[in-house]
């Protein structure tokens, strides 16, 4: 089944900082999403990249998708304390609506 | 325009007893879903409304579980009876797809525990 991974499982870097986060999937997609979900809190979209894009921008957030490898980056920039969270990609194949998440990616900024 | 939201937001019953936990979607989107994080796991679906027609139920684990979305608008998950291994938090999202991208909003779930 299709199955999303996330590496590096957790990440602590220093304020200011770049953080990048990789995903893998397995099947052939429509569509990859990131989300983040602070402690105790929901999971908050952050973009969608469609299948046939490369990259896309929003803030302080760039996301690649390679589709021949199967795989996506998030890459945050200028990291802030706020950014701790867990970060999750989430797929969908061709033809099915439901989201196949990764284990996620628990990010950590010090001050 | 207000969010997701689920109730409660934490339930702790013991093994055997049921539990009902609500979803109200962000209004006016069809699509409502279901998803569930055990312990220690990823976060899984379990099922996709479009109103009040069950789209897709393939991630549904067994038959203790049963969703209902009456009228099309919010939609309830029981669990009964209840083992340990359904403790996790259960997260409701909706959308309002229409054939392009689409985009999730999720609630900010419901914690259960199962003693």
């Known amino acids: 089944s299709q199955q999303g991974e996330e590496d590096p499982q957790a990440l602590s870097i220093q304020e200011g900082e770049n953080a990048t986060m990789n995903c893998s999937y397995k099947?052939?997609?429509?569509?990859l999403q990131w989300y983040r979900q602070n402690s105790g809190r929901g999971l908050v979209h952050l973009i969608l990249i469609r299948s046939n894009e490369r990259e896309k921008h929003s803030g302080r957030l760039r996301v690649t998708l390679d589709t021949s490898k199967k795989s996506s980056s998030l890459l945050i920039t200028a990291s802030r304390a706020a950014d701790t969270a867990s970060y999750f990609c989430a797929t969908d194949a061709k033809g099915a609506q439901k989201l196949v998440f990764g284990q996620g990616t628990r990010l950590t900024i010090n001050p | 325009e207000a969010g997701v939201t689920q109730f409660p937001s934490h339930s702790v019953i013991e093994k055997g007893q049921t539990v009902t936990l609500r979803c109200d979607p962000i209004s006016g989107h069809d699509n409502l879903y279901w998803y569930r994080r055990v312990m220690g796991k990823e976060i899984k679906f379990l099922l996709h409304?479009?109103?009040?027609?069950?789209?897709?139920e393939s991630g549904m684990p067994n038959n203790r579980f049963l969703a209902e979305r009456t009228g099309g608008t919010y939609s309830t998950l029981k669990v009964q009876p209840a083992e340990l291994e359904d403790s996790g938090v259960y997260f409701c999202?909706?959308?309002?797809?229409?054939?392009?991208?689409?985009?999730?909003?999720f609630g900010p779930g419901t914690r259960l525990t199962v003693l």
């Open positions: 099947t052939s997609i429509n569509n």
């Open positions: 409304f479009v109103k009040e027609s069950k789209q897709d």
């Open positions: 999202a909706s959308s309002l797809w229409t054939g392009g991208p689409d985009t999730q909003y």
